[in-house]
């Protein structure tokens, strides 16, 4: 095997995050993820090379769409040879697909390669009724005329009405929003707390598009210009006046304000083996240390979104690194609660050592660190997607702020997802 070499993130680009059933309900999965890989072409030059590779993923996914990534690069300005591959690990697809991309360039099999995701729930797909499907099926293989009317005469009127993707856990019936109500409940994480970490997201995401931090990672799209989710005017006034939407009673405390919204959209990074990247003039931003999946038993009553919990103590000590040794967080902001959960959670006694059989709480952090420029909450959360945004981010972050006491600044990137699982990884300033 070969001796393990560096992959660093060049930067990415995407396009803005706009709200489901707008102004990208007229386009594809295909034609977003293309969009996102052409504005990254064309940033760094990329146009006719041939890439390691590109792996991305879509949550919602047509049965058209089996090569979803492949049909995006060949879409794109890169060169057709570029392999491609389709990744999903429901909102955790961006992430896993940065890890595996970084993963081949450490051990030497490629030099450089493309990680992301795209998601559209405007253009979600549809699926026929399993009684229509069967008598459809067995309607096609008939021999004779007579064989086939008999299939199709077995349809019933309720077989006719399409089945929507599913929103809830297979295993609990319940959706991702209901699980959070129970975990927030559990936590004992209130509203006002919840809303305020809704504001802070608004309020941090808008004032980074006004400073321009986002110029050189996003890329217009379908005249959009800015994420459609951020709100620059909203206040807890508002926030508060919002009604419940998750839970039950009147201790809900889960809002449209304080949950992320369905939005459509792309994002990609791009990593390099190092000493590639310095002889090709790419910029350096930061060093793809390591990374960790983590998984809860949901089904048996465990909290399903927080699989980084279990994730992150096994980071950390495989790197000899403290849960305060970040200078950034980078925590996927599913609903308000998710994050404020998580950080509870890690900091309690009791939880560390009895569901994470720890010697002691991994403890708190200085939570002025945690999504300083905003995060899902505002900019929306486009399923495949916010991996490759938040990589992006994160390394921009890192460039800007560099060294830190001494030592590379550091960021802590966690992204939970449907199905109990989660993946976190460490990045650090080139």
């Given amino acids: 095997m070969n001796q393990l070499h560096t992959a660093v993130v060049v930067g990415g680009n995407r396009i803005p995050f706009a709200r489901a059933g707008g102004s990208y309900a007229s386009v594809t999965n ?22 390691g590779e590109v792996a991305a993923g879509a949550v919602l996914k047509h049965s058209k769409d089996f090569n979803l990534t492949r049909e995006a690069v060949l879409g794109s300005s890169l060169d057709p040879h570029t392999p491609a591959v389709d990744l999903q690990q429901a909102c955790a697809t961006g992430i896993e697909s940065a890890v595996y991309i970084a993963n081949k360039i450490m051990v030497g099999q490629i030099r450089d390669g493309i990680a992301g995701g795209v998601d ?51 295993r609990t019936g319940l959706s991702m929003g209901e699980h959070q109500a129970l975990t927030t409940k559990r936590w004992g994480i209130t509203r006002e707390a919840q809303d305020e970490f809704a504001l802070a997201s608004h309020q941090n995401l808008a004032r980074a598009w006004v400073d321009g931090f986002f110029d050189d990672l996003v890329t217009s799209y379908q005249g959009v210009s800015r994420d459609q989710g951020v709100r620059a005017d909203t206040t807890l006034e508002k926030l508060a006046a919002l009604k419940p939407v998750f839970g039950k009673g009147e201790g809900a405390t889960m809002t449209a304000g304080n949950s992320t919204g ?18 090709a003039n790419l910029p350096l931003l930061a ?25 992150i103590p096994e980071l950390l000590a495989r ?4 849960w305060q040794d970040f200078d950034f967080y980078e925590i996927h902001e599913a609903f308000a609660g998710t994050v ?91």
């Fill in 340 to 430: 404020l959960a998580t950080l509870a959670a890690l900091a309690d006694e009791t939880y560390c050592r009895e569901t994470l059989g720890l010697d002691a709480a991994i403890g708190d952090i200085d939570r002025s660190k945690v999504n300083v420029l905003g995060s899902s909450l505002a900019a929306g959360h486009p399923f495949g997607a916010t991996g490759g945004r938040i990589v992006a981010t994160a390394a921009k972050l890192l460039h800007r702020a560099g060294r830190v006491d001494g030592r590379p600044a550091r960021a802590l990137i966690s992204v939970c997802a449907a199905g109990g699982q989660g993946v976190v990884a460490i990045l650090e300033a080139m």
């Fill in 287 to 311: 060093r793809f240390v390591d990374a960790q999946v983590g998984a809860v038993d949901h089904a048996g009553g465990e909290d399903l979104l927080l699989a980084p919990t279990y994730a």
């Fill in 30 to 51: 295909v034609d977003m993820l293309t969009a996102a890989l052409d504005g990254l072409v064309a940033r760094y030059g990329l146009a006719g090379q041939r890439v």
């Fill in 262 to 279: 369905f939005s459509d959209g792309s994002a990609v990074a791009y990593l390099a083996e190092e000493s590639y990247a310095r002889t």
């Fill in 120 to 170: 559209s729930v405007s253009d979600s797909p549809m699926s026929v009724s399993d009684g229509l499907r069967r008598a459809l099926l067995e309607a096609n293989s008939a021999k004779t005329l007579g064989a086939r009317l008999r299939a199709l005469s077995t349809i019933r009127p309720a077989d006719i009405l399409p089945d929507p993707p599913g929103i809830t856990e297979p």
């Fill in 319 to 322: 790197n000899g690194l403290t």
